[in-house]
């Protein structure tokens, strides 16, 4: 019978989980990460395979072994039937038997441990929150071009929302999100900067991604433009659901805007947008 498991020294049991490139971001930080704190409360040591720079999102982990493969060559360990550790990882770790490896189906049956995150990171010079953030998601993989709200509503959104420009930062990474002008631009912070700073901001906006999920988990009141699609993975559940419960686990305020599908008037979302701030 297999485990998921590694014995290492006398009495002590290893976990080993990953990698994390198998899922989206949304389901990466509320789904897979909290299955993983929770199933690593069972072992003495949890050693955590992950892309550089999201070590900052497994707080629980005692070691990291980081892959940097791009594209396909992303899924070396997920071909379903054999689960080859990393080279290091099998130098380090000899007697190994088997990973925990990524899955959303996988995901939706496992019980969860949620982090809240956010905590002082002292490589942030000035840690502050803002006004607002936006994700002006710029993701055209998987046709989610049209599923993005035109830079030129932010732009609106924001003269109609009168804010002074170091009241406003832009989120994301670089490749992924759009820089609105007039705003602070802190695309491509790191992780665990991103979190302290959203811990400490009023009002995150933005199309349904793993960025307004993140916000959840740090507190920071989101709105969110999304439609009203049934989700199969959710048991039909929509985003609403998701945002509003589902992987809400500490009630962060949020206001979810689905009635006009992924391109809602601005005048809409500059009324939800002033209830924060």
């Known amino acids: ?70 594209g396909k060559c ?85 003269e109609m929302l009168e804010m002074r420009p170091i009241d406003v930062a832009c989120i994301g990474s670089v490749e992924d999100a759009h820089y609105i002008p007039n705003t602070i631009d802190c695309r491509g912070l790191p992780l665990g900067m991103l979190t302290c700073v959203m811990a400490n901001s009023k009002c995150c906006v933005g199309t349904s991604s793993g960025p307004m999920h993140l916000a959840s988990l740090c507190g920071c009141p989101h709105v969110v433009l999304t439609g009203p699609t049934k989700l199969k993975i959710l048991g039909g559940k929509t985003n609403r659901d998701r945002y509003e419960k589902l992987w809400n686990p500490f009630k962060t305020p949020c206001t979810v805007i689905d009635k006009h599908g992924w391109h809602p008037p601005v005048k809409a979302v500059y009324r939800a947008v002033r209830k924060y701030i």
């Open 74 to 158: 992303d899924r070396w360990l997920l071909d379903g039937k054999i689960c080859k550790p990393p080279s290091n990882i099998q130098e380090d770790y000899p007697e190994r038997d088997k990973l925990w490896y990524p899955n959303e189906a996988r995901c939706m049956k496992k019980q969860v441990a949620y982090y809240k995150y956010g905590k002082y990171d002292d490589r942030l010079e000035n840690e502050r929150g803002y006004r607002l953030l936006i994700h002006a998601r710029a993701c055209k993989k998987y046709g989610q071009d049209k599923l993005n709200w035109h830079p030129s509503k932010y732009r609106e959104l924001l």
């Open 1 to 70: 019978m297999q485990k998921n498991y590694w014995v290492v020294g006398e009495g002590m049991r290893l976990f080993i989980a990953g990698p994390d490139c198998g899922l989206e971001f949304g389901w990466l930080v509320a789904r897979w990460i909290p299955a993983v704190r929770h199933k690593a409360k069972e072992y003495d040591k949890t050693v955590i395979i992950c892309k550089p720079g999201y070590q900052d999102l497994y707080e629980f982990a005692d070691e990291f072994a980081l892959y940097t493969q791009k």
